[in-house]
């Protein structure tokens, strides 16, 4: 149980485009999901909470308007890349928490996207 | 401000030899620590949390608030444990996780 979908799982594209990133709980609902960004042999950085219903929460120095984060069901969760441009290029993973009184619930990762912009 | 450190990029050792992974963090308050394993071609997945105090798969991890450290300790490493071995922490009214670098484990035969 507890399975994180997320997809696609590669993606190339030409700078200026704009990329969706789905990521669903197949087996259990979640009112958070969490995007998260991880550059070449560098840890995982949390880019922004995805609170279903309501607006995503964003770490500092992640742009809002650059990084489109969209939670309208309790299953799904879309992280939209606009106007996309090399730099972007990066492997993002999404993970969801079983929804819960219970704080404690641990994180359950999708395989990630790697986003390749040309 | 929250910080996990793995001071080892990669640790190779022989089956059979003792393994301890070292991670240890910066937090002001009381954290939840734990360990994330990621196997090749798989996803990120738990490996073991400081409150559950179980040990998976024969690994175990003790907090020790003194030395801010959450290690984690295989008294025999098998070569299926190699992988990619994470340490994250979450903070108190927090449920993001903040991750550490990582380190490659290697188990030789």
């Known amino acids: 149980g507890a399975v994180v979908s997320q997809h696609p799982s590669r993606v190339i594209c030409k700078s200026g485009t704009s990329v969706k990133i789905e990521c669903r709980s197949l087996?259990?609902?979640?009112?958070?999901m969490f995007w998260y960004r991880q550059f070449p042999k560098q840890s995982l950085m949390l880019m922004a909470t995805?609170?279903?219903?309501?607006?995503?929460?964003?770490e500092q120095g992640v742009e809002k308007d650059k990084f489109l984060i969209n939670h309208a069901s309790l299953t799904l969760s879309t992280l939209t890349v606009t106007s996309a441009h090399p730099e972007d290029s990066s492997f993002y993973i999404c993970?969801?928490?079983?929804?819960?009184?219970?704080?404690?619930?641990?994180?359950?990762f999708g395989d990630g996207t790697r986003l390749s912009i040309l | 401000a929250q910080r996990v450190t793995q001071p080892e990029k990669l640790l190779s050792v022989f089956k059979g030899a003792p393994v301890e992974l070292k991670c240890n963090y910066s937090y002001s308050g009381s954290p939840e620590l734990f360990w994330y394993v990621q196997y090749s071609r798989q996803r990120l997945q738990l490996l073991l949390r400081?409150?559950s105090r179980e040990s998976i798969k024969g690994f175990t991890a003790d907090l020790n608030k003194g030395e801010t450290s959450f290690h984690l300790k295989k008294p025999f490493a098998q070569e299926e444990d190699s992988a990619m071995y994470y340490c994250a922490l979450r903070g108190t009214g927090r449920r993001a996780l903040t991750f550490g670098s990582g380190t490659r484990l290697q188990v030789q035969p």
């Open positions: 400081h409150i």
């Open positions: 995805s609170n279903e219903g309501s607006k995503a929460t964003y």
């Open positions: 993970s969801a928490s079983l929804l819960s009184g219970d704080s404690n619930q641990p994180q359950h």
């Open positions: 087996d259990f609902q979640a009112t958070t």
